[in-house]
């Protein structure tokens, strides 16, 4: 029998190891000769050495599955011999000072399913260069602190060519680009393609008029309005709020159907996957127009956060990704509604993040070793990333924040910063000390936050004190984790309501420490933790009465939501594990909440929302009690049934009242109303035999309300002939057949959710290559939480068979999908010996990719 072992198990490549490149480079040249199958890639590169390190060195270049057709120093030939992962030309056949390395390269879009370097879509050709895809185009220097401005000629017959920079000649079958900005070879785009493109422009403040082009395939020109005036809102808020101008003449948006993230910032030419540029009412939901916009701003962002101002090396991607995030949920805070926008960032955090950071795919926001970078584009880097900006803003002030930005943007405008280089900005614009500060880069975990109160009362009136104490459990390769500084904002409320401190931030440095208000008149009731200040968990008893007292008074609009959503998470908690009934006073509680006409629709329909099952999962876990599946669910649709029949006529007339008149427009008050009425109807379904769910599908004229309509349907074990009729009259539309593989597994009972997503693999529909399809049937089986740890197994068989079959194709979404796994520990012995089974059997596949081998052994280690 013969045994096929790993010969080379992947090395990582650590922080601690960084150097300097030997070599500068003045000026970038690339040819491209396109051709499906043989593409030509001519390159001339301008090296000088790098003062930075001295001494003569030679000449390592990245490069991967290149042919190398000829390389030349200074004109003349020299013999060079790739190895697997890229080029050395020997020092001593290297010039003293500044030469010209020149070399011709042939490479295959065609055959590239990995969606990264240069590759088709759907006829045209395209490029993904972050984090490491460029070495796939040409041998090179494939690290982000090595800058170069590119001049690029594009030969093809395509009719649109596209390149960073701007346009500078262009004739029959070529054009050519010049980019003055220095970037990395990250940044690179190319595109070439019979597009389309629906123009616009956007005038500086400065007085710059720059064309704006969304290129797509024709037939989607009516689709781009949203993302147009995404992207012109961007531009505007940049400079408003961050007094950030836009530095080209044009800024290019490329649609494309396979792509394995969400979308690209290239200098000057951002490549989208289509789902986040395309969208009608028609085809889009409410959320697809919002994630639209915040992507498009997110991208645009980017041209400062990322492009003028990169990353030294990967280990400081959430650089540009926690600041771009931070800056991109400010911006939806402005353009919606701010206290909306704050709880669906938590929601998504916690749904996330701090699933990741509770378990074994942990690791610091800012890492310090991988295997596979592409593995660490995370919810951790992005979203704890982003946390750790709004903290700092906290703890310097808007003043002082602004001030800083103004210094990074100074100080390291062309460079290749570190998050060394960022702290230190904040300290010499605040005068602040941020070494405590540093450890939220540095160390992984999720701070357990407890607090205990005290009330003194005195004759000059009473003392309040409360007092926290701050945990954070062990991660992969840290075990001990010392005290953070942690802003904790508070606000105080009398017991009729009133607030007697308006919201204060407390700066906690100790293990445990204690912060006292004196002079009160009467015991306060705390708000803690206000506006999420810090992403950590609250560990509070507190008593039910307090809850709905802070759910209908607390002034701070984070803190009521979260509230009622904890009350619901501990009713749920106790029928869970105490066989408890459903609570009559929080059904009362949420009735009076949701028909507070006062308040905005869209924060009702949050408070509406039960804890996911995933969510009740892991607060059992944490609690030290196994999660069963079947349970959870069962119960949570048990409360689901409860609360629809105790708030049966209010949810009624919110199903009514919130109605919104035609035509439909995806602004967020719109939007607002339309989420309120189907959190209702959500209820009411589970009440009235799907008879408002069946009438609001056949009636609807926008995307929002026929996919809310019948994943109702489905929910209910109904819909048969909606799911076709959907299928029929979508069925030419990629991006909303997604959505109809999705909701069918996403809503499929738990005990068939794997037989429905099976029989859904089978259909000549589901192009498993394309990452959205995939994403949307896997995705949704993931998602569906009793229905993947359905106790027999089927559904995690059929998972890793299809993670099995997909990798050699496209690594990267293989081993982001694996994450699937990563919450195995909390369950049941009979449930973890099966995952490990197939995470096992991943893992000794033949020839499995460095990143899901990656994955599939952090998770089990
Ligand atoms: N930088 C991109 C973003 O805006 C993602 C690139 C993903 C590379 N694997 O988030």
């Known amino acids: 029998m013969v045994i096929s072992v790993k010969d080379s198990t992947p090395q990582p490549t650590r922080l601690a190891d960084y150097q300097p490149y030997p070599f500068r480079i003045e000026k970038t040249d690339l040819t491209f000769r396109l051709d499906p199958k043989a593409t030509r890639v001519l390159s001339r590169i301008r090296f000088h050495p790098n003062p930075a390190r001295p001494g003569r060195h030679d000449l390592r270049m990245d490069g991967e599955r290149l042919r190398l057709i000829a390389a030349r120093i200074d004109g003349a030939p020299v013999t060079a011999r790739p190895d697997e992962t890229g080029l050395t030309i020997p020092a001593d056949a290297l010039p003293d000072g500044a030469f010209d390395f020149e070399a011709e390269v042939e490479i295959d879009p065609s055959a590239n399913t990995a969606l990264e370097g240069l590759y088709m879509s759907g006829g045209m050709y395209c490029t993904q260069c972050e984090a490491e895809g460029f070495r796939r185009i040409t041998f090179y220097p494939d690290r982000p602190d090595v800058m170069a401005p590119f001049h690029v000629r594009i030969e093809s017959d395509m009719p649109v060519l596209l390149s960073n920079g701007n346009p500078v000649a262009q004739g029959e079958g070529w054009a050519e680009w010049d980019d003055p900005w220095p970037k990395p070879s990250y940044l690179f785009a190319l595109v070439a393609g019979d597009l389309v493109a629906v123009r616009d422009s956007f005038t500086t403040r400065s007085g710059r008029k720059v064309d704006l082009a969304i290129w797509v395939r024709a037939g989607d020109e009516d689709r781009c309005a949203y993302a147009m005036d995404s992207l012109k809102r961007a531009m505007k808020w940049d400079e408003d709020v961050y007094g950030r101008e836009y530095d080209l003449d044009v800024f290019n948006i490329v649609a494309v159907d396979d792509f394995n993230m969400g979308a690209m910032e290239n200098k000057g030419l951002n490549i989208f996957n289509s789902k986040l540029v395309l969208a009608s009412p028609e085809t889009a939901t409410d959320a697809d127009f919002e994630r639209i916009e915040s992507v498009i701003a997110h991208e645009y962002f980017h041209n400062w956060t990322g492009n003028r101002i990169t990353c030294r090396d990967w280990f400081q991607l959430c650089l540009k990704e926690g600041l771009t995030v931070f800056r991109d949920q400010e911006f939806t805070k402005d353009m919606r509604s701010a206290p909306v926008k704050r709880i669906e960032d938590v929601l998504m955090l916690r749904a996330r993040q701090f699933r990741e950071d509770m378990g074994p795919l942990a690791h610091p926001v800012r890492p310090e070793s991988y295997i596979e970078i592409n593995n660490f584009y995370t919810a951790t880097v992005y979203e704890k990333g982003a946390e750790l900006i709004g903290m700092l803003k906290l703890l310097v002030g808007d ?225 030290g009690t196994t999660p069963e599946p079947e349970r959870i669910h069962t119960v949570r649709e048990g409360l689901a049934t409860y609360l629809a029949r105790q708030l049966q006529k209010d949810l009624v007339r919110i199903y009514e009242e919130m109605e919104t008149p035609p035509p439909y427009s995806p602004d967020a008050a719109s939007a607002g109303r339309r989420a309120l009425r189907l959190a209702a109807l959500g209820y009411l379904n589970r009440i009235d035999h799907g008879a408002r769910a069946a009438s609001l599908f056949a009636s609807a004229d926008n995307m929002t309300e026929s996919a809310a309509a019948l994943a109702c349907l489905i929910d209910g074990g109904r819909g048969a002939r909606e799911i076709a009729a959907f299928y029929e009259r979508w069925k030419d539309n990629r991006l909303v057949i997604d959505k109809w593989f999705a909701l069918q597994v996403a809503h499929a009972q738990p005990d068939m959710a794997a037989q429905v997503a099976a029989r859904l693999a089978e259909h000549p529909d589901f192009e498993w290559k394309n990452p959205n399809r995939f994403r949307a049937l896997m995705g949704a089986l993931a998602a569906n939480h009793a229905g993947f740890h359905h106790i027999s197994g089927a559904a995690y068989r059929f998972y890793a068979d299809w993670l099995i079959r997909l990798d050699p194709v496209n690594p990267q979404t293989t081993a982001r999908m694996s994450a699937a796994f990563e919450t195995w520990t909390r369950y049941d012995a009979e449930r973890r010996a099966m995952i490990r089974a197939e995470l096992g059997r991943i893992r000794q596949t033949p020839d499995l990719s460095r990143d899901t081998f990656e994955m599939v052994s952090r998770i089990l280690a």
């Not at 409360?466 to 840290?478: N, S, V, Y």
């Open 399 to 623: 003043e002082g924040y602004r001030r800083a930005l103004d210094l990074y943007f100074e100080r390291h405008d062309g460079q290749a910063a570190t998050i060394e280089d960022w702290l230190k900005v904040f300290e010499d614009a605040t005068g602040r000390d941020l070494a405590q500060f540093k450890r939220w880069y540095t160390d992984a975990g999720t701070p357990r936050l407890k607090v205990e109160e005290d009330w003194q009362p005195g004759d000059q009136g009473g003392t309040y004190t409360l007092t926290f104490t701050q945990h954070t459990p062990p991660t992969p390769g840290q075990d001990e984790k010392p005290p953070r500084v942690i802003p904790i904002a508070v606000g105080l409320l009398n017991p009729n309501g009133d607030e007697i401190l308006p919201t204060t931030v407390l700066e906690m440095t100790e293990e445990r420490q204690s912060f006292s208000f004196p002079g009160l008149a009467t015991r306060p009731v705390p708000s803690i933790l206000r506006g999420f200040s810090a992403p950590v968990v609250l560990e509070r008893e507190s008593s039910f009465d307090e809850r709905t007292f802070l759910l209908a008074h607390d002034t701070d609009p984070f803190n009521r939501w979260e509230a009622g959503r904890s009350l619901a998470r501990d009713v749920l908690l106790s029928m869970i594990r105490d066989d408890a009934a459903p609570s009559e006073p929080h059904a009362q509680a949420l009735a009076r909440l949701v028909t507070d006409d006062t308040l905005d629709p869209a924060f009702r329909a949050l408070c509406l929302r039960l804890p996911s099952e995933d969510d009740l999962a892991q607060a059992l876990a944490d609690a």
